[in-house]
């Protein structure tokens, strides 16, 4: 996070611009982000909103502009949108959709992502994330991350795989094991 502030402050970075990873950026979430993603969105994403009888431009009309949604784009073209949800005392859901296109831009995505993931936390001590059990690839991803398998939440079709990361630089002072007694 110093780095890049750092970087902020130099003027390394464009406006609106949270952080880059060669010609990727991070950007927060805005309008003109959701036709381009609701036209690219992946088939796995399309169909696990369909779970939930939800479009793609639904989803992203009630998301965009929220705090701490953003959106990965490569030459101001969408590729994916993730953000963190509170799910309690310093605890947030995090999510992310991917346009079809991220494909090909999985690896300069994979450099980027021990960042988004820091930077997600910055909020938060601890993540928590819902994938589908048959979203192999996305698994791989957070174990990947550092998030661990907690559970295994069974649905009525599907079953989503539970995922938690803790950041373990950031104090919780929710964790009432780790307070101090007081006499």
């Known amino acids: 996070m110093l780095k890049l ?3 902020a402050l130099n003027g390394c970075m464009e406006p609106n611009v949270i952080m880059k ?4 950026r991070l950007v927060p979430a805005e309008k003109k982000h959701i036709i381009p993603l609701s036209e690219t969105l992946s088939e796995e994403n399309i169909f696990e909103l ?3 009888d939800r479009t793609p431009i639904d989803f992203l009309v009630e998301f965009v502009g929220k705090d701490d949604v953003y959106v990965v784009e490569k030459d101001y073209v969408p590729l994916a949108i993730t953000g963190v949800e509170a799910d309690g005392p310093q605890t947030g859901l995090m999510w992310a959709m991917f346009a079809e296109d991220m494909q090909n831009n999985w690896y300069s995505f ?7 993931v ?13 994938i589908l059990e048959s ?11 550092g998030f661990k398998a907690d559970a295994v939440i069974k649905g009525k079709n599907v079953d989503y795989v539970h995922f938690v990361r803790c950041n373990l630089f950031k104090k919780n002072v929710y964790n009432l094991a ?4 007081i006499h």
Do not use: D, T
Request: hydrophobic share 45%.
């Open 5 to 7: 502030l750092k970087m």
């Open 21 to 24: 990873q060669g010609r990727l």
């Open 50 to 52: 369909s779970l939930f």
């Open 110 to 116: 994979l450099k980027a992502s021990p960042n988004l």
């Open 118 to 130: 820091e930077f997600m936390h910055g909020n938060y001590y601890k993540l928590n994330m819902n």
């Open 135 to 145: 979203n192999e690839r996305i698994i791989k991803w957070a174990l990947w991350l």
């Open 178 to 181: 780790s307070r101090p007694v």
